[in-house]
């Protein structure tokens, strides 16, 4: 198979549609971003990459960046990391409040919000955001292969201007005991996570520590690469888990920034960024765009 031909054509298929989904707008710096924006590329484990599009057009990972402080909370804490937040499907918005309620302020998975705020709430626990944030962005770096990634700081301020859920959510699980840094100090963090920019070549790249096969990144243990992969498949697209599952068959995870990373495990990480979002939060041409990547190569993990 042609991979530059195929991202080629789906490039060129994307840009041709008139549904583009609509730009997330409650947080006001993303809201003026371009929806015709369209950008894709794969990487394989050695590295090489195939590119279209705006593919070398930073963009906000947004809910991207919540992989990778799960990864490095699981290489902190193991399994106690489980004590605090759940690893099954929520079913529900990724900011939303009501099963935490029912549940004694322990999220359902680390990929929604509150699961998100408790990740960020244990790797900050003894340090300063200054050195976690320092500690993200060389594992992203690391794992890409390349030092120019950073935090784009009006984003992150816009995020903190409008971060009344995210706050709510976190002293909500406070009031439960589920929360060991101030709310402020941990969703300053969070925001300033997600605020990190990277373009569709640079995720691709960094998204290789998930793929495993000759030539890709080990920064985690194989059996991390596995578990964060099941959680991505499950849990990686919120209430919209399934049918990503369903139409594309492999683990994603996606950003409100119209951002989303595929593993196609030992074979490839793709990335695709298109801000337009469905109703569930997702890139609804990024999704457009895998689904017709995985029928094509037929890397979907089903066969
Ligand atoms: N920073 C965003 C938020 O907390 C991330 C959400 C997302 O990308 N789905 O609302």
């Known amino acids: 198979m042609d991979l530059q031909q195929l991202v080629t054509q789906i490039a060129k298929d994307m840009i041709a549609r008139r549904d583009r989904g609509i730009v997330a707008d409650y947080i ?30 930073r963009f906000s990972i947004q809910s991207v960046s919540k992989l990778f402080t799960l990864a490095i909370a699981l290489g902190k804490l193991g399994d106690r990391l489980w004590q605090r937040v759940g690893r099954e499907p929520s079913g529900q918005p990724f900011n939303s409040i009501l099963q935490l309620e029912h549940e004694q302020g322990i999220p359902r998975n680390p990929f929604i919000n509150p699961g998100a705020l408790v990740v960020t709430d244990a790797i900050l626990q003894g340090h300063e955001p200054r050195e976690v944030l320092g500690e993200v962005l060389r594992f992203i770096q690391s794992a890409a292969g390349d030092g120019d990634i950073r935090i784009d700081e ?69 059996a991390s690469v596995r578990r964060i992969n099941a959680l991505m498949l499950t849990c990686g697209h919120y209430d919209g888990s399934g049918d990503f599952a369903y139409r594309v068959g492999l683990p994603g995870k996606s950003g409100v920034g119209g951002g989303i990373l595929v593993i196609a495990p030992g074979r490839a990480a793709i990335s695709v960024w298109s801000p337009g979002l469905n109703a569930h939060g997702n890139s609804h041409l990024g999704t457009l765009a895998v689904e017709q990547l995985a029928r094509a190569t037929g890397w979907s993990i089903f066969g």
């Open 28 to 57: 006001p710096e993303l809201a003026s971003i371009d929806p015709d924006h369209f950008g894709i590329t794969i990487a394989l484990p050695d590295g090489r990459i195939y590119s279209a599009g705006d593919s070398d057009t």
């Open 154 to 222: 009006n984003v992150a301020r816009s995020e903190a201007m409008h971060g009344d859920r995210n706050l709510a959510l976190a002293h909500f699980m406070a009031a439960h005991g589920n929360f060991f840094n101030p709310p402020e100090k941990t969703c300053g963090t969070y925001f300033h996570h997600c605020a990190i920019e990277m373009t569709c070549e640079q995720l691709a790249r960094a998204g290789r520590f998930l793929v495993g096969g000759e030539g890709a990144p080990r920064l985690i243990s194989p």
